[in-house]
């Protein structure tokens, strides 16, 4: 079956980089776009960026530039590089298979 688990949350620095990493299996994934989705407390799940199978990218307007996606085919797994890190940045990050499948979650929380 369809399992995505991300990797790569964690507590950082305002100003800071991070990079989340998705391993996804059951699928063939050259196949298939994928995407990184975020939900801040209180608010409601919101697109971050997506990739084509074929490496395409299209990101969130206001998160352009700080946030880019990244797929290997080779190993199954698809990337989101973080930079220069907002407080409001702070959210679960989860990994998408379209059309309804989700990993658990990973917690990025920016403070100082």
């Known amino acids: 079956q369809v399992q995505l688990v991300e990797s790569g949350g964690g507590l950082v620095q305002p100003g800071d980089s991070l990079r989340l990493s998705c391993a996804a299996s059951?699928?063939?994934?050259?196949?298939?776009?994928m995407g990184w989705y975020r939900q801040a407390p209180g608010k409601q799940r919101e697109l971050v960026a997506l990739?084509?199978?074929?490496?395409?990218?299209n990101y969130t307007d206001s998160l352009k530039g700080r946030f880019t996606i990244s797929r290997d085919n080779t190993k199954n797994t698809v990337s989101l590089e973080m930079n220069s890190l907002k407080p409001e940045d702070t959210a679960v990050y989860y990994c998408?298979?379209?059309?309804?499948?989700w990993g658990q979650g990973t917690q990025v929380t920016v403070s100082s």
């Open positions: 998408h298979l379209f059309p309804a499948y």
């Open positions: 059951g699928f063939i994934f050259s196949l298939h776009a």
């Open positions: 990739i084509s199978g074929g490496g395409m990218t």
